[in-house]
């Protein structure tokens, strides 16, 4: 069910932890790590990186559209599949070959919760992760500037699958605090979330695609199941899974309030 926006994303500045307009820092990063800090767990059935990465020294998350698939086609993702042994291991492998992202450019920062489960009946583990420009050296650097700003990842040196993936794109925190972009959704029917429309990001600068068709494209049929679709009124939007679990992160972070104001 579809609410109406009432305010902006971010209702107290002051607890918002991340910043939104300024480049991702090692500090910056450090913070988010303490906030996720949590155990990791054996029980998996599938496993999505969120990653986080600065481009044009705009702080902000990477995400994909998916191609021509059985299932899921056209829907605004993050990388990620099925896991046999450790989730971890799974999201990471899912986003070098979706994306062409090598494990040692993703700093590993935490993983959300509560897990939900996929209409499949999958239950899902996400990570969150800090995608580098290039790879990272297996020692780290010793006593690094924790305040200056990590370098840009560049988009044009992502490899996408053309199996799987039709666009990738990157979200800028400022958007994700966009009002004229958020629609408020139940999600499950029950709990509240932003989702986020990003048809312009799909098609803008910041975007690279798998084919010469480069117009995104999808489907929309407003009898769909609810998360199943690009988005809902033809809006291409970060939603359903996906959108509730950016969502999540952005409340741990401190840049959405607990609930969204609806009515």
């Given at each position: 069910?579809?609410?109406?926006?009432?305010?902006?994303?971010?209702?107290?500045?002051?607890?918002?932890?991340?910043?939104?307009?300024?480049p991702f820092t090692r500090s910056s990063l450090n913070s988010i790590?303490?906030?996720?800090?949590?155990?990791?767990?054996?029980?998996?059935?599938?496993?999505?990186?969120?990653?986080?990465?600065?481009?044009?020294?705009?702080?902000?998350?990477?995400?994909?559209?998916?191609?021509?698939?059985?299932?899921?086609?056209?829907?605004?993702?993050?990388?990620?599949?099925?896991?046999?042994?450790?989730?971890?291991?799974?999201?990471?492998?899912?986003?070098?070959?979706?994306?062409?992202?090598?494990?040692?450019?993703?700093?590993?920062?935490?993983?959300?919760g509560p897990t939900e489960t996929s209409l499949s009946g999958l239950?899902?583990?996400?990570?969150?992760?800090?995608?580098?420009?290039?790879?990272?050296?297996?020692?780290?650097?010793?006593?690094?500037?924790?305040?200056?700003?990590?370098?840009?990842?560049?988009?044009?040196?992502?490899?996408?699958?053309?199996?799987?993936?039709?666009?990738?794109?990157?979200?800028?925190?400022?958007?994700?605090?966009?009002?004229?972009?958020?629609?408020?959704?139940?999600?499950?029917?029950?709990?509240?979330?932003?989702?986020?429309?990003?048809?312009?990001?799909?098609?803008?600068?910041?975007?690279?695609?798998?084919?010469?068709?480069?117009?995104?494209?999808?489907?929309?049929?407003?009898?769909?199941?609810?998360?199943?679709?690009?988005?809902?009124?033809?809006?291409?939007?970060?939603?359903?899974?996906?959108?509730?679990?950016?969502?999540?992160?952005?409340?741990?972070?401190?840049?959405?309030?607990?609930?969204?104001?609806?009515?």
């Amino acid at each position: 069910m579809l609410r109406t926006l009432t305010t902006a994303a971010t209702t107290n500045p002051s607890l918002v932890r991340v910043p939104i307009t300024s480049p991702f820092t090692r500090s910056s990063l450090n913070s988010i790590r303490s906030i996720l800090a949590s155990s990791d767990t054996q029980e998996a059935h599938a496993a999505v990186l969120i990653p986080l990465c600065n481009v044009d020294n705009k702080p902000g998350v990477l995400l994909e559209v998916r191609g021509k698939l059985r299932t899921h086609s056209g829907e605004v993702s993050f990388p990620g599949g099925k896991t046999d042994a450790s989730p971890l291991a799974a999201a990471l492998r899912e986003s070098q070959e979706e994306l062409g992202i090598h494990p040692r450019q993703v700093e590993i920062l935490g993983r959300i919760g509560p897990t939900e489960t996929s209409l499949s009946g999958l239950r899902v583990w996400p990570y969150v992760g800090f995608v580098h420009a290039e790879r990272q050296a297996e020692t780290p650097l010793d006593d690094p500037d924790v305040d200056a700003p990590l370098p840009s990842l560049s988009l044009s040196t992502l490899t996408l699958s053309p199996a799987e993936v039709a666009h990738a794109f990157h979200l800028p925190m400022a958007a994700v605090v966009s009002p004229p972009r958020l629609h408020t959704y139940l999600f499950r029917a029950a709990r509240p979330y932003f989702a986020v429309s990003v048809a312009d990001l799909v098609s803008g600068p910041h975007a690279v695609h798998s084919g010469p068709d480069i117009a995104p494209k999808w489907t929309n049929d407003p009898q769909q199941r609810d998360e199943i679709g690009g988005g809902r009124e033809g809006r291409l939007e970060v939603w359903g899974l996906t959108g509730w679990y950016l969502s999540e992160l952005m409340r741990h972070l401190g840049v959405y309030s607990d609930q969204p104001n609806v009515r």
